[in-house]
Nanobody, 121 residues
Framework: QVQLVESGGGLVQAGGSLRLSCTAS????????MGWYRQAPGKQRDSVAA???????NYADSVKGRFTISRDNAKNTVYLQMNSLKPEDTAVYYC???????????????WGQGTQVTVSS
């Protein structure tokens, strides 16, 4: 089995910073794309940032210049450094990874359990 575990959420004042981490563990053969999504109350889950296995990144327009996604392939971990946080960044943040398990020839998406980020004004 494969699981993703996130950490690093919390409460921060506007203008502050947080760093989220997400580690994949279990019977993993390879990890392709990894990314972060967020979902605010009453809204759909939206992509925030993504990174390929080779390190190419892309970001939602709303976070460009403030958030940085990175990964450590040796640790099966993806990070989201969030700076200059705004109240509108408040949401549950989820990581997603496209993984091929040891017992499979197929890639599938796995999700973390989510971590709350709250930005106060």
């Amino acid at each position: 089995q494969v699981q993703l575990v996130e950490s690093g959420g919390g409460l921060v004042q506007a203008g502050g910073s947080l760093r989220l981490s997400c580690t994949a563990s279990g019977s993993i053969f390879t990890i392709n794309d990894m990314g972060w999504y967020r979902q605010a109350p009453g809204k759909q889950r939206d992509s925030v940032a993504a990174i390929t296995a080779g390190g190419s990144t892309n970001y939602a327009d709303s976070v460009k210049g403030r958030f940085t996604i990175s990964r450590d392939n040796a640790k099966n971990t993806v990070y989201l450094q969030m700076n200059s946080l705004k109240p509108e960044d408040t949401a549950v943040y989820y990581c997603k990874a496209r993984i091929r398990g040891l017992a499979s020839t197929l890639l599938r998406d796995y999700w973390g359990q989510g971590t709350q980020v709250t930005v106060s004004s």
